[in-house]
């Protein structure tokens, strides 16, 4: 056997195998987590004055000189029309002011005993804004469950 069949035959076993390996190991995609709501936090959007280049289109008319022929029984006839033309560039003129946003927004969660373990108290959990507004609807101390952005805050 050469090393090309070789290959051919053992590629696919790999990759059946890697596959398997990689779903037993990942068990259910499902992320959520569940506890009791403690409390909540607002981080607002943070921006700042910033300038940068103002671009604009500008455009140059002019016409060109087109050179037409036809040829009808033998005889080649040759014309000239002048065609309009426009060429446009982009060029910076001047500055704008635009508000740069340096802190994305975030809703985040606190929750006591995460997943019913007694010992994990005051877990702080970002969600979406979805999510933060269910948990302000839900009382302080309720059960809560949800599947958050990342963990921390």
């Known amino acids: 056997m050469t090393f090309t069949a070789r290959t051919a035959l053992v590629a696919p076993i790999a990759v059946a195998l890697l596959v398997s390996a990689l779903s037993a190991c990942s068990g259910s995609t ?3 987590v569940s506890g009791l709501r403690d409390d909540l936090r607002f981080v607002p959007k943070k921006t700042v004055r910033d300038t940068r280049p103002r671009m604009v289109e500008q455009c140059t008319t002019g016409t060109k000189r087109v050179r037409h022929t036809s040829t009808s029984q033998g005889k080649t006839r040759t014309w000239y ?6 060429s446009c560039t982009t060029v910076q003129k001047g500055k704008e002011s635009y508000d740069r946003v340096t802190r994305q927004p975030r ?3 606190e929750l006591d005993n ?3 373990n007694a010992n994990k108290d005051d877990v702080w959990f970002e969600v979406d804004a979805s ?3 269910t948990a302000a609807d839900t009382r302080e ?3 809560l469950s ?3 952005l990342r963990a921390g805050c």
């Open 30 to 32: 499902d992320n959520s």
């Open 81 to 86: 029309t002048t065609e309009p033309t426009r």
């Open 107 to 109: 809703w985040c969660v």
């Open 114 to 116: 995460v997943d019913g």
């Open 131 to 133: 999510t933060y507004s």
């Open 141 to 143: 101390g309720r059960q």
């Open 146 to 148: 949800f599947t958050p």
